[in-house]
């Protein structure tokens, strides 16, 4: 089970830091990261992380955005900086660990 936390309201140029948790034993993921939608819309990826260290994001979310992860305990977080009305969205972590994980979104509004 992912949980997710720290969505919310913030207005243009602000920050925002989501997480996400997971729990479970045997629990060992090897690619975490974010997508985002927006009704109507495909969910779209906006930031990955692989045990590694190694790290890819959208064009949209590049030098912007942040993604680092602890996998001792099996988090993934996203730092949002200088956030736009367009990253508006409900935003989702995943994390793969044999299979796919996912998170039950957090929502993301920009506005001022």
């Known amino acids: 089970q992912l949980v997710e936390s720290g969505g919310g309201l913030v207005q243009p140029g602000g920050s925002l830091r989501l997480s996400c948790a997971a729990s479970g034993n045997d629990f060992s993921p090897t690619i975490m990261g974010w997508f985002r939608q927006v009704p109507g819309k495909q969910r779209n990826v906006v930031a990955t992380i692989a045990i590694d260290g190694t790290t890819n994001y959208a064009d949209s979310a590049r030098g912007r955005f942040t993604i680092s992860g602890d996998n001792a305990k099996n988090t993934v977080y996203l730092q949002m900086n200088s956030l736009k009305l367009e990253d508006t969205a409900v935003y989702y972590c995943?994390?793969?660990?044999?299979?796919?994980?996912w998170g039950q979104g957090t929502q993301v509004t920009v506005s001022s």
């Open positions: 995943y994390m793969y660990s044999k299979v796919y994980y």
